[in-house]
């Protein structure tokens, strides 16, 4: 079954950085869309980052370009998603999702599965 287990999570202050892993299993890799999400309390979750597994598409919200990185290791089977220049509003709960092709971040595109989430808290 698939598995996704993310880690990096903590607590930063504003402008500093931090990198973000999801360790997945149970499927093979290569040829899946992979994404970061994020929900801060009483917000609706926001698609963050997307990349396609088998190739170089990369896909990032307005709100994180420049500043997050998303990559992955297939050799290791992992996602990571470096963030730098962290702001107070980047303060959320970051879940990695997977699934099949097509890749992108907007509501069309469906991630059905998820990682149960690590805390990332930005301080000013």
């Known amino acids: 079954q698939v598995q996704l287990v993310e880690s990096g999570g903590g607590s930063v202050q504003a402008g500093g950085s931090l990198r973000l ?3 997945t299993s149970g499927y093979t890799y290569t040829n899946y869309c992979m994404g970061w ?3 801060a309390p009483g917000k609706e979750r926001e698609a963050v980052a997307a990349i396609y597994t088998g190739g170089s598409s990369t896909y990032y919200a307005d709100s994180v370009k420049g500043r997050f990185t998303i990559s992955q290791d297939n050799a290791k089977n992992t996602l990571y ?5 962290l702001k107070p509003e980047d303060t959320a709960m970051y879940y990695c999702a997977a699934d099949l092709p097509p890749c992108g971040l907007g509501q069309r595109y469906e991630y059905n599965y998820w990682g149960q989430g690590t805390q990332v808290t930005v301080s000013s």
């Open 37 to 39: 999400f994020r929900q």
């Open 21 to 23: 892993s999801c360790a």
């Open 81 to 85: 998603l470096q963030m730098n220049s």
